[in-house]
């Protein structure tokens, strides 16, 4: 009996460890315990991605059903062909589908966190728009020609990039080999997925949140509450200190810089033969919920309005004001379908503008 | 592989219930495999250097027990300088080249050293001494050459102890790599327990003093000196924490399998005095340096000035092994000059160490001076750069009772680290008895401590310490 039960628990052990070495274990799994609303079911970005990482138990959201009805368009007249390089504020149901787009009869989508770039292809036929979409928090890094490039243009074979002039460099190939091999790089995430990213552990969760904040006054560093207790924040984006914040001091000089990042962006590309080139930031949660008591940087704005600003740039933000919370998640660093809604009916109006 | 880490959960799992469920003449091949695959998932290439130097110390094995005289000991010398000559490379070349190339610039010669720029491989110095333990034990005929490579290479890679000690002799260990072990349910229970004692002293007391440690040190010039002082004593339990809850795992693991490591810490900040301190920490290594450096450089049977050089020796030595910086070196050999100090007082004034042993007093005297003076010594430990060390002080010298901690951990916090330390400490005081206490009620226990570790403990990930050396 007792050799049966050693058995068992090793075939559950192995079990646990080569689901979470193999992404395609990793991806099955995860698609199916997502879908289970029970307490075998994975709960930790269901009620929102900031109370999963702090399961701070007001902040519990309930399952997003809302529902908001994107108006289908005509794709009979369609003449753009649309080349969306874009986040996770752009929901997959539309990002990939080019009825939702005015004028559009083809989308092509690639996220910025593709792991190998997804060459473009310009249409003959149509005319080709570039839609370059990122996080306020994000744009600075993302919203440049070479991160651009390296996400949607052909690469160089990997052997040419790999040599290296160093006489040992075959050592930590070797080592990046094996290493890449035995052990998978996300494996403890994935454990942690695995054994306890399940329903039934949240009231354990929670008690340990409730433990760590309301006695010792921690949360998880990447998170913060707002002022008036209703939200939770990514860190990155209110902390004065971090680039990325809404409220990080920004001077003109660098918002000139900026624009003529953008514009570097906008020259290159329209080079390789696109007719259009949109960008579009979109506004920290923070900067749009207005809870903290304090300006912030207006970059977006100040970057449509400057003088030097040639491009076409949709920034939603005073859309987004309008009834702002019922435009974003309480626990979560995104919009929610209402939020992407005035986003789309904005970048329509543009499309429509050509 | 981290032994905080979820990785280690399932591996350990998976080894463990592996091992009871293979026949015996194959589980050393399967622990073998094991600690490779523990081994590898830090720098996976590194596993050659520890394969070189397990074939050169397993041949020297065999040939010193195949030679006597001159030729024995130059097999040792050997072996000694090829475990040398690899933590030389890897661990103090950059040292010494810093300091040549320091001198040289100070003297206005040209030097041009080579730069090597590689990453220390992780435990290497736990790892040489282990294997240098081995051939010396054959040299002087207390171990007999271990004719089976595979078992060979197991003993000084055997993972539970493999990269922070306890720095095992081949006395104790091989021969119980041959014996065949059996479930044994009190046995299991008392190592998982030790297991998770050892995680509970890392990640809910070493991990949550770090908070204030790594705030304070991580700004030293803008500390007052109340908080220097806390961050200090807090520093002295948050690396007795995070090391003996290594050791402890490192031992409840092997335990879980059958198999029994030395003792590495026996309640280290109960000592009166800094010998005593040395017998109670990491005893796994002071009793390396006293049965294979002291001893051999003649103890104390030697003329007094000689008696005192070899204690500064070994203690400089202990320093260097902790780590290629002069911190560490002073580090040591301010343990060492405690030692000749206390040595000296008590041959000048009898009297004070016959205190000692009297009254109830005078051991808590000597135990918080014994205290002090290590905390001091851990400061040069913790802060590697002088100047910094030199702004601890300064800032000390001005400390004010007056002025208030003040640090980001709130108080509610500050009062459950400083409850957790003294409760450290009271419950070290009859370790064996409450231990033996802990075994009888494994059910209740374990369970509780299980709960403690999740609700109470930091989980930053935060690597041991000690794997640095």
Known sequence: ?354 | MVFNSLQFLVFFGIVTLAYFLLAHKYRWLLLLLASCYFYMAFVPIYLGILALTIVIDYFAGILLEQHEGRKKKWILALSIVANVGVLAVFKYYQFIFNNISWLAHALDIPVQMPVLSILLPIGLSFHTFQAMSYTIEVYRGNQKAERNFGIYSLYVMFYPQLVAGPIERPQNLIHQFYERKHWDRHRVQSGLLQMGIGIFKKVVIADRLAMVVDEVYGNVVEQSGTNLAVAAVFYSFQIYCDFSGYSDVAIGAARVMGFKLMDNFRAPYWATSIPEFWRRWHMSLSTWFKDYVYFSLGGNRVSIPRWYLNIMIVFVLSGLWHGASWNFVIWGSLHGIFQLIGLTLNRLFPVLAADRRKTVLGQWLYRLLTFFLVTIAWVFFRIAHFSTIKLWFKQMAQFDFSSPLNVSMVSKELYLSVFLIVGLFALEYKRDKFKMYLENFFWLVFPVLLLGIYFLGVFSMKQFIYFQF
């Open chain 1, 1 to 354: 009996m007792r050799r049966i039960v050693a058995f068992v628990g090793l075939l559950f052990l192995a079990f646990v460890l080569i689901f979470g070495s193999s992404n395609e274990g990793m991806r099955l799994l995860s698609q199916r315990r997502y879908m289970r609303q029970d307490g075998w079911g994975a709960d930790k970005f269901t009620f929102g991605d900031l109370y999963g990482l702090t399961y701070i138990k007001p902040f519990k959201m309930p399952r997003d059903t809302s529902f908001v009805a994107l108006p289908v368009l005509e794709t009979d007249s369609a003449k753009y062909k649309m080349h969306i390089i874009g986040d996770s504020y752009l929901y997959s149901f539309f990002s990939m589908d080019p009825r939702y787009f005015e004028k559009t009869g083809a989308v092509q989508f690639v996220r910025w966190s593709t792991p190998k770039a997804i060459p473009y292809q310009l249409a003959m036929d149509k005319k080709n728009i570039l839609l370059i979409e990122c996080v306020e928090r994000n744009f600075r890094q993302l919203m440049q020609v070479q991160e651009i490039r390296n996400r949607i243009e052909a690469q160089p074979a990997a052997k040419a990039i790999e040599q290296s002039s160093s006489r040992f460099a075959f050592l930590s190939q070797i080592n990046a080999r094996v290493k890449e091999t035995l052990y998978h790089p996300t494996l403890e995430n994935n454990l942690e997925f695995l054994l306890f990213n399940l329903g039934i552990w949240a009231p354990f969760k929670e008690l340990k949140s409730a433990l760590n904040f309301y006695v010792f006054g921690r949360l998880d560093n990447d998170v913060r509450v707002s002022k008036n207790w209703k939200q939770l924040y990514l860190t990155q984006t209110v902390d004065p200190e971090k680039v990325g914040s809404s409220f990080y001091p920004t001077s003109d000089e660098e918002v000139a810089a900026y624009v003529a990042q953008l514009t570097e962006v906008e020259a290159y590309f329209k080079s390789k033969g696109f007719d259009h080139v949109i960008f579009s930031i979109i506004p920290n949660p923070v900067g749009v919920l207005n809870t903290e008591n304090k300006p912030t940087n207006q970059i977006i704005s100040r970057m449509a309005k400057h003088p030097a600003w040639k491009g076409i740039l949709v920034d939603p933000t005073l859309r987004l004001q309008k009834n702002a919370r019922d435009n974003f998640f309480p626990s979560d660093s995104h919009w929610n379908q209402r939020g992407a809604a005035i986003w789309l009916g904005q970048l329509n109006e543009t499309l429509r503008t050509l």
